[in-house]
Every structure is written in C-alpha cells, then in structure tokens.
C-alpha cells in the first residue's frame, strides 16, 4: 500500500511560466490537503480537497494559484505565471478523514529561476 | 496572526537526556494536537498526538502533555537518540470544523552523541 507520492520532486521553472504539482493520495483516503513550507519557514496550509470540492480554500492565494482533485487521477495543485517568491517545497497529505491518519507526500520543491 | 507558536527554533541535547520540545496555541477552538518529525528532504511523519480530554499520551520513549488551561503542550523525548535529530512540528486542529492542521515553524532538535 503505497503512501503519498508527489511528483515531481523538484521543480525548477523561469518566472511567468505555469507549474504543475501532481498529488496521488493514500488508496482508500478521500481527503487531500495542500501545505506550502517557505524557507526557514512552518508548513502553512493552503487547501483541502475532497473528491471533486474544495472545501477549505482560505490559505490559497486568491490570484495565480488553483487546486483540484477530479473524480479519477490525482490532485492537482498548479501555479501559472510563477515569481521567485513561489519557491518553496510544497506537501501534499492525505487522510481518510481522521487528522491522526494525516500522511504527508515527499514534497515538490520548486524553484523559479 | 499565529495560532500555533514554537518559539524555540533550535534545540541541541546530549544522547541518553531527555529531550522537551514546546508548543504554544491561542485558539481555544483547537481539540486535537499532534507531533509531526520531519526529515530533510522528507515530508513530515506522524509522531504523536492527544485529544484535549487527555493531559497525557504516552508511546514508547515519547510523551506528549497538554496544559489545555495554559494553552501549552510539550513533547518529551526520553532517552534521546541521535536518530532523533529532525524538525519537530506541533500542529492542532478544530475537530468540529474541516479538519485541517494548523502547524507551528517547528523546532531543529540535535542530539549529540
């Protein structure tokens, strides 16, 4: 059973162009979550998914930013016209409902160049 | 406006010492805490966590306690291990609200041997 798994695992991208972060959950979790980790920084929420909703948007940033996670394939987490403060390690989890059942991916690092 | 707060970034303990990583909260809404450890390069891995009618939970060499009056938990780490040397996370969540974790900046804990 094979646990979260994010990819790529780093991401490098010139600024104005798109990023695309793939998120495949625990098998059998319906609910995925988005965190961002900014250097020397926590891990800060960014969105919570359930098959085919957003249900908690509020730590995404309202421009540039979007999030799905469609009824086949994984959660998508994509950034278009990316800056340099874009560059961080992004994490995705998952659970199947329950917090102490959280389990994090390896993370995306990306960096804009 | 943080809700979770690690005020000690870096902690450095000798082997076979106990190790006490702290965490503060300001959102009495919160009902759930958990420990996450985290690796470089890794994503974080769930330690440890405690429902706020517990004070305590305990799992082999850790233990966490929760002062809810005080709005303050601790992680205790005993004996320390050098395999211990990571990224501690506190996070605390609402459990009557979506679920999501809300995650301090975290504390480097060093064990040296």
């Known amino acids: 059973n094979a646990g979260v798994m994010q990819n790529p695992r780093h991401l490098v991208r010139r600024r104005g162009q798109e990023a695309r972060l793939r998120c495949s959950p625990v098998?059998?979790?319906?609910?995925v979550y988005w965190y961002r980790q900014l250097p020397e920084e926590g891990l800060k929420f960014m969105v919570y998914l359930q098959k085919e909703n957003i249900i908690d948007e509020s730590g995404m940033p309202k421009e540039r930013f979007s999030a799905e996670f469609p009824k086949e394939g994984p959660s998508i987490l994509r950034i278009q016209q990316v800056v340099r403060g874009d560059s961080a390690a992004y994490f995705c989890?998952?659970?199947?409902?329950?917090?102490?059942?959280?389990?994090f991916g390896s993370g995306t690092r990306l960096t804009v160049v | 406006d943080q809700q979770v707060k690690q005020n000690s970034p870096s902690l450095s303990v000798q082997e076979g010492r106990i190790s006490i990583l702290n965490c503060d909260y300001t959102n009495s809404m919160f009902d759930y805490f958990l420990w996450y450890k985290k690796y470089p390069a890794e994503g974080p891995t769930f330690l440890i966590s405690i429902s706020s009618i517990k004070d305590k939970n305990e799992d082999g060499r850790f233990t966490v306690f929760l002062n809810k009056s005080a709005k303050h938990l601790s992680l205790h780490i005993v004996p320390s291990q050098p395999g211990d040397s990571a990224v501690y996370f506190c996070?605390?969540?609402?459990?009557?609200?979506?679920?999501?974790?809300?995650f301090g900046k975290g504390t480097k804990l060093s064990v040296k041997p």
């Open positions: 098998k059998g979790h319906s609910h």
């Open positions: 996070a605390a969540c609402d459990g009557g609200s979506q679920g999501n974790l809300i």
């Open positions: 989890a998952s659970s199947a409902g329950a917090p102490s059942g959280y389990t």
